[in-house]
């Protein structure tokens, strides 16, 4: 009995390392090594980052980023993008949290970090948008892969992708 009782754990483990493998790894390179990235935003505007962190709680899970009714990119684990935005009071959902954003006020010059995390609620796992300190941000913005928050299959241009 304990010889199938280790191989079921024994399997159990494998299943979950190859469905980590099938995740995938970001694309892009790490923040750190994309100035631009990390530069300010252009005179008259603020930045907004968005990102996920490497948690393999629904990492297959895929969402939509929602900016005031707007998508703007899609955010895979280990992932960060930024859209640059006119001065203004912005809504931040995910696709699989509607009920569950942030709301914010973004400056001329400012940066604002919006992170999606899995949160629990009554219907079980999801994952929301919530409004992270910058120095928190900072730290957490450390390793992930810049991308331009668009699908493969997009033909956007992210450079030129502003948040009306």
Known sequence: ??????HAIECAA???????????TPDG??????????????????RIYFYRTANPLLAMVTPEVV??????????????F?????????????DTAAEDGVDF???????RFVRVAPSWDFLGWNLSAGLIPRARAEDDLRGLAVTDGFPA????????????
């Open 1 to 6: 009995m304990k010889t199938l009782r280790r």
């Open 105 to 111: 006020r973004l400056k001329a010059g400012t940066r």
């Open 14 to 24: 494998a299943a979950a390392v190859l469905a980590t493998a099938a995740c995938g």
């Open 153 to 164: 299959d997009s033909d956007t241009d992210s450079h030129s992708a502003r948040v009306e």
């Open 29 to 46: 390179p790490a923040i750190e090594s994309a100035p631009a990235a990390l530069a300010p935003p252009p005179a008259g505007l603020g």
């Open 82 to 94: 930024y859209r640059d935005a006119e001065p203004g009071r912005y809504e931040v959902l995910v």
């Open 67 to 80: 900016v005031n009714g707007a998508q703007v990119g899609v955010l895979h684990p280990g992932e960060v």
